[in-house]
């Protein structure tokens, strides 16, 4: 059987022990001959790098395991590289949360001009990290998930137009479907969705009972307004993603067509969001004060003792496990289904073929092959068209430095809204993204 060769780029990032975990657990379905962190913070990479030791050690003694900062070492002769990078990190996340958020307008890590502003970050390097990769595995499957991730899949559909081993993902989706499965009180993997949108931006249309072919959407809507709604891991979450995930009762109470992605909230009620966001202690706070904390407490501690202890739980990581299937579709040819990030072509029939859209796609050896889902109503196109303009603007201000550009993307979007709001967060975003972003004229 052949093994594979895997990178994980953004090795110090809060998400790689679920990946850790998850390919020890996984190992008999995606056998790994090798596996390397790369991160360009040493520093921080280093404790979950000392983790994956002691960890594969224990477990896994035979996979070949090393963290590095060096790209040549990282990226040579890889099959996979899996890219979870965070351009600026978590304190620039807390500066695009809290800028927009300081003016009144919605701070959010993908959505609105934060989402614009590291998106701008994400460009830039992501644009040098692929093309690092190409120089050291020509032939690797990138498999991207770093954020904001419409944005970025736009600027590398521009900047590698010919590379069909790059795929965009994002595991929102699949964790709607995931909670659907836990209010019908059936398995996540029995329910097969029909989903179309941008990413963070969408609607489950249907959603098919695998085995009787009945479309669940009405009762996922009856039982949505009798109990609410919750995430699959509901237990792990921190309260704000409650509160998001609570929000599909209210959008599906004022929109009751389709399920909504838990991001629609954003960009359906910006005002009520913006009114309730806290502008001092925001998600990347959560984030750094949680998560953050947490594993890199559980790092010291494994470290300190040299062995795992009773730190290997049974728990999966829906996040990491999503990844891990999505190289093995790839990998054996699988040809099932995943939600995708691919450029339209029809897909969404009246909407732009070179948007980049979220759609649910066949993925097999040869990439994936969209499923169509025709004309969107107006409403929703009229959603998307603008939302895939705003994108589209902030890509060329990246490539043409354009301060006009990027001017009227955060105008056209609808969390900003407003040209002399959208310069006002723009110049303050210049200047706390300076030596991150492309210099805007
Ligand atoms: C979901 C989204 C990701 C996003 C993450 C943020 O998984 O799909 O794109 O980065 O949530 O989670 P956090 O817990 O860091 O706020
Ligand atoms: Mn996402």
């Avoid at 796609?361 to 998307?384: A, H, K, S, T």
Wanted: proline share 5%; aromatic share 10%.
């Amino acid at each position: 059987m052949k093994t594979y060769d895997v990178c994980i780029v953004g090795g110090g990032s809060t998400f790689t022990l679920g990946f850790l975990k998850s390919f020890v657990r996984l190992r008999d379905e995606f056998p790994l001959r090798r596996l390397v962190l790369f991160d360009i913070d040493g520093e921080r990479q280093e404790p979950i790098g000392k983790y994956g030791e002691i960890l594969f050690k224990e477990r896994f003694p035979e996979l070949d395991f090393s963290y590095t900062t060096d790209v040549e070492e990282a990226y040579k002769g890889m099959d996979f590289v899996f890219m979870q990078m965070r351009a600026g990190g978590l304190p620039m996340r807390e500066k695009d949360e809290k800028i927009p958020l300081s003016m009144g307008k919605i701070g959010q890590e993908t959505c609105g001009a934060g989402g614009m502003a590291y998106g701008l970050r994400s460009c830039v390097d992501m644009v040098k990290a692929v093309h690092d990769i190409r120089t050291y595995a020509p032939m690797a499957w990138i498999l991207n998930y770093s954020n904001p991730a419409a944005i970025v899949a736009e600027c590398l559909r521009r900047e590698f137009p010919d590379d069909k081993r790059i795929l965009n993902i994002c595991d929102q989706p699949e964790n709607v479907v995931r909670s659907a499965s836990r209010l019908l009180g059936c398995d996540w993997e029995d329910l097969d969705p029909v989903y179309f949108g941008l990413n963070h931006y969408g609607w489950f249309t249907h959603m098919y009972d695998v085995h009787t072919g009945e479309d669940l959407l009405p009762k996922i809507k009856r039982l949505t307004a009798e109990r609410g709604f919750l995430p699959q891991d509901a237990e792990q979450r921190d309260q704000s993603w409650l509160d998001t995930y609570g929000m599909v009762q209210t959008i599906m109470a004022d929109f009751p067509d389709y399920l909504p992605n838990t991001y629609d909230q954003y960009y359906l009620y910006p005002d009520y969001k913006a009114a309730h966001l806290d502008p001092n202690y925001t998600r990347a706070n959560e984030v750094m004060d949680g998560r953050e904390k947490r594993v890199f407490a559980e790092c010291s501690e494994v470290i300190a003792a040299g062995k795992l202890g009773d730190k290997f739980h049974a728990i999966s990581d829906a996040h990491a496990e999503m990844m891990i299937k999505v190289a093995e579709a790839i990998a054996y040819n699988k040809n099932d289904r995943h939600i995708i990030i691919v450029e339209n072509n029809g897909a969404i029939a009246n909407l732009q073929d070179d948007a980049m859209v979220e759609v649910v796609c066949e993925l097999g050896i040869n990439g994936p092959r969209p499923m169509r889902v025709g004309n969107i109503p107006q409403f929703y196109y009229g959603l998307l068209a603008q939302q895939v303009s705003s994108e589209k603007l902030l890509v060329d201000a990246y490539y043409e430095h354009s301060y006009q550009k990027a001017l009227m993307a955060l105008t056209l979007n609808r969390l900003v809204n407003d040209a002399k709001k959208a310069r006002q967060i723009l110049d303050a975003l210049i200047e706390a993204n300076k030596g991150m972003w492309p210099e805007l004229k």
